[in-house]
């Protein structure tokens, strides 16, 4: 073969692998740090209990109007997280609890769109049969 086009080939080929290098690289620190909170038993568990806890402390702290921003929500759920899973002596880096906190809050935001999608289809269904079942309908003339 030509040394151009192996020259080309290594050069695409390489541009390909540093997209998926860096991928490898952050999906292995992420499962490192995730090791590193020595999950044992039901520490996971109380981690996440504790976690979503707090994302309801936020909410409700933010409907009552303590709490103005979404960045104040963030900071009171890590704070009350971390109060909370201290009491049970469970320690957690501060940069993981920040991520566990928005993966909770982006979990509970997409389930809610998949439930609000899923009522208007169900809403939708509905009046088509509605609609349906009135068409069908002989009309019946009054004896008397």
């Known amino acids: ?45 109380k981690t996440q209990l504790a976690v979503k806890t707090a994302i309801f402390s936020a909410e409700q702290q933010g409907k009552n109007g303590k709490l103005a921003t979404n960045y104040d929500k963030k900071a009171h759920a890590i704070n009350l997280a971390t109060k909370l899973l201290e009491k049970q002596k469970i320690k957690v880096d501060s940069d993981i609890l920040s991520e566990l906190v928005e993966s909770n809050v ?20 509905e009046e088509v049969l509605e609609e349906q079942v009135e068409e069908e309908q002989p009309e019946v003339e009054a004896v008397g």
């Open 1 to 45: 073969m030509d040394t151009g086009v192996l020259n080309l080939l290594l050069g695409i080929g390489s541009a390909l692998l540093i997209p998926v290098a860096g991928g490898v690289a952050k999906f292995i620190n992420q499962k490192l740090q995730m090791q590193a909170l020595v999950i044992k038993d039901n520490i996971w568990e």
């Open 106 to 125: 982006w979990e509970e935001m997409t389930s809610a769109e998949v439930i609000a999608t899923t009522l208007a289809e169900s809403s939708e269904k």
